[in-house]
């Protein structure tokens, strides 16, 4: 049996029938396209939440500046 695995480096000329299965690689095609949308999905979704925390970090920082009393006259 050792003697019709492929050398390391070397191409499968036989990679398996699961290669050959129609079904499964529609299959696995569904599964990656929907993987990657998914991570897509979650990209967005990290992107939208840095700029709400980004725009929450600016309004509380405007607030505490606006919270700030005027100078006092020490005449």
Do not use: T, W, Y
């Not at 499968?12 to 499964?24: I, K, Y």
């Not at 979650?42 to 005027?70: C, H, L």
């Amino acid at each position: 049996m050792s003697e019709n695995l492929p050398k390391p480096g070397d191409v499968d000329p036989n990679p398996g029938p699961e290669l050959q299965d129609p079904e499964l690689e529609r299959q696995r095609a569904q599964d990656a396209a929907e993987r990657e949308r998914e991570s897509q999905q979650s990209a967005e979704n990290k992107f939208v939440e840095q700029r709400e925390e980004e725009r929450e970090r600016e309004s509380e920082a405007a607030q505490i500046v606006a919270d700030v009393p005027p100078p006092r006259d020490d005449d």
